[in-house]
């Protein structure tokens, strides 16, 4: 009963992501294994979500349908084995203990969008599954689980010469949030029924961006600067609302030949939250991102970085119409760099025409 009290949990969560507070809604699988340094880039799907000036670099306009992605980190065994049938107060705190300090997390997201040269719209359909155990001697679930439902249009010009790009992105969210703490006793009661601490409220955002592109030291260089959440996601409902955040950014593309031909690796800096309007993300390390990418023909592309002092990798493969992207990253969840890592994985399968 209780591994079914935790599918139950999960499958209340299937349908969007609450970001964490401080977070972008979305976040893309090229970015993460960039190390999330994407504020100067931002020349792709991901745009109305990291910098919506970067709309202004696309060349070739696409439609995606139901882009499916997965993100894991730690998902505990008891909830994929077969669930027992008794319940009781002895069982509850013994499947507990074995979870003390294991952050357990999934993420799923479905992204349809069109996109092309200044523009962008679609919809993000986003889940996310969290919850963590505490105290062994007298076990407790902190849970934070939910689900979005994200209408969002990006549009971007270029001026200058195309020197200086700048969009903005206006989102509405609707939002399903479970944040609650459980103690055994109350998994334990006759009546116990999580759903009606669900909060469901709505919200309207809006993202900028710009980005500044010249030449230094003989390559095309960028910086960029993207407000997030302007004035806050301010939900209806009773749900937590999610701080402003501003990011600054550079990239680099820098030109080299190879035995098999030139290349042009991209190389990224963000510094994340500039005035600290999260709180808890005080560390200057931890805001710091860097990343890299290779290309090594239209086919195949490697990609790098470090994400709050650890490192990220990835790689994206095109077969026709079908894209393959994987990225392995770490998020701290820790008030510093270094402290307390939760390694993740991130696959996506996308079909574009």
Request: aromatic residues 14%; negative net charge; proline residues 5%.
């Amino acid at each position: 009963m209780l591994k079914r009290l935790f599918f139950a949990i999960w499958l209340a969560g299937i349908a969007v992501e609450p970001a964490s507070a401080g977070e972008i809604l979305y976040r893309g699988v090229r970015p993460l294994a960039m190390g999330d340094a994407f504020t100067a880039v931002a020349n792709d799907e991901n745009a109305a979500f990291y910098n919506p000036a970067g709309l202004h670099w696309i060349e070739t306009p696409h439609t995606a349908f139901l882009t499916p992605q997965v993100d894991i980190g730690t998902i505990p065994a008891s909830l994929i084995s077969p669930c027992g049938t008794e319940i009781d107060t002895a069982t509850i705190t013994d499947t507990l203990r074995g979870m003390v300090g294991k952050r357990q997390y999934l993420r799923g997201s479905l992204l349809t969008d069109y996109l092309r040269r200044d523009i962008q719209l679609g919809i993000l359909l986003q889940a996310r599954l969290e919850f963590e155990v505490h105290q062994p001697s007298y076990p407790y679930v902190d849970v934070d689980s939910g689900t979005d439902i994200v209408y969002f249009l990006g549009v971007a010009q270029g001026v200058w010469d195309d020197a200086l790009k700048m969009g903005f992105s206006p989102k509405l969210v609707q939002r399903n949030e479970l944040a609650k703490r459980y103690t055994v006793t109350d998994i334990s009661s006759s009546n116990f029924d999580f759903m009606g601490d669900v909060k469901s409220g709505s919200a309207v955002g809006l993202d900028f961006g710009a980005i500044y592109t010249t030449e230094m030291m003989g390559y095309e260089t960028s910086f960029g600067v993207a407000g997030q959440n302007i004035g806050r996601l301010n939900f209806s409902g009773g749900v937590n609302s999610v701080p402003a955040k501003v990011n600054l950014g550079a990239s680099m593309r820098i030109p080299f030949d190879m035995w098999f031909g030139p290349y042009t690796l991209l190389a990224a800096l963000d510094f994340k939250d500039v005035w600290n309007f999260y709180g808890p993300d005080r560390d200057i390390p931890k805001r710091f991102h860097f990343g890299m990418e290779l290309p090594f023909n239209k086919y195949f592309t490697l990609r790098a970085g470090i994400k709050q002092s650890y490192w990220t990798y990835g790689a994206a493969l095109a077969i026709g119409i079908l894209k393959f992207s994987y990225a392995n990253y770490t998020e701290e969840l820790g008030g510093y760099g270094g402290q307390r890592g939760d390694v993740r994985n991130v696959l996506e399968v996308a079909a574009v025409f």
